[in-house]
């Protein structure tokens, strides 16, 4: 049988990348997903191909209460429950010292990366917990574990949602929610290629090697790589696990 059979997830970030990924793989495992996006085309076509008896999607700004209310009700009105939330939407940001750091940049960073999780589990554990429990799977980082040059802004938000993880796995334990977080780094994505370019404009081979390199399994994990482990945490098979960080980067958090 598969491991999600008639269980509803949401999806944010769900155009693209590691949420594009665990989209197919929820739905090839017999879940609905709803996904939520900036990008209209790219959930049109990602809807397409996965047909709409088995996906459905909502354009929506994560960092927007009025938009986030709205994509939980469309999850609502369609399918009249959530089992589980990728909570996963998230951007990079550019690359500066602290010193350089454009505010307005790092508000964004913020709003999107930490203000979007935090609104999102302000809707969704309402409505997991009127259904009797579920799933959370929030998108942090190696860079929510650990520090890196040029990116605060985006290494704090990822540190954040690991607090907010922490403190809403222990607040929803009695509701029957888990909530937990996922920790990629480096994944072959849009954004990993954007943070090459930022390290090293022009030349942003240069900065994949250098980064590949000091991955102990010296290569990119694929987004199909991090499907399988949100699957495991959006599944039953992980009815013991909440309140954790879960790094999956080539052996990057051993050093
Ligand atoms: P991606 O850029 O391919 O996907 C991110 C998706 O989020 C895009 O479809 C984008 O349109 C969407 N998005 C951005 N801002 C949004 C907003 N305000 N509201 C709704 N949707 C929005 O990159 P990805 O690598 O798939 O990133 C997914 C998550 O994984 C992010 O949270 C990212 O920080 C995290 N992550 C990625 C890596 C990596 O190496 N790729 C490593 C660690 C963590």
Redesign the pocket.
């Known amino acids: 049988m598969a491991r999600l059979t008639g269980k509803i997830a949401i999806i944010?970030?769900g155009?693209?990348?590691?949420?594009l990924a665990t989209a197919r793989l929820f739905k090839a495992e017999g879940a609905k997903v709803l996904l939520?996006?900036?990008?209209q085309d790219?959930l049109a076509a990602a809807v397409a191909e996965l047909g709409e008896s088995h996906a459905s999607a909502v354009v929506?700004?994560?960092?927007d209460p009025p938009q986030v209310n709205a994509y939980v009700k469309a999850a609502l009105d369609r399918h009249g429950r959530i089992d589980v939330f990728f909570n996963?939407?998230?951007?990079?940001g550019s690359v500066h010292s602290i010193v350089d750091y454009p505010l307005a940049m790092f508000d964004r960073v913020m709003a999107?990366?930490v203000r979007?999780v935090w609104l999102g589990m302000q809707a969704v554990i309402p409505a997991m917990t009127k259904t009797g429990g579920g799933s959370i799977i929030i998108?942090s980082?190696?860079?929510g574990l650990k520090g890196m040059p040029k990116m605060a802004p985006y290494i704090a938000a990822k540190h954040a949602v690991v607090g907010i993880m922490r403190s809403a796995a222990l607040e929803c334990a009695p509701l029957n929610i888990r909530v937990n977080t996922i920790n990629?780094?480096?994944?072959a994505?849009?954004?990993?290629a954007a943070i090459e370019a930022g390290y090293a404009p022009g030349a942003p081979d240069k900065a994949k090697a250098r980064i590949a390199a000091g991955v102990p399994l010296r290569r990119y994990g694929t987004?199909e790589e991090v499907a399988q482990l949100v699957l495991f945490l959006a599944s039953d098979e992980s009815s013991y696990c909440t309140g954790t960080t879960f790094p999956i980067d080539g052996g990057m958090s051993a050093a």
């Open positions: 944010t970030g155009a693209a990348g590691i949420g939520v996006d900036v990008q790219a929506a700004d994560v960092s996963n939407a998230g951007i990079e999107v990366n979007g998108t980082s190696l860079g990629p780094s480096p994944i994505t849009r954004m990993i987004p």
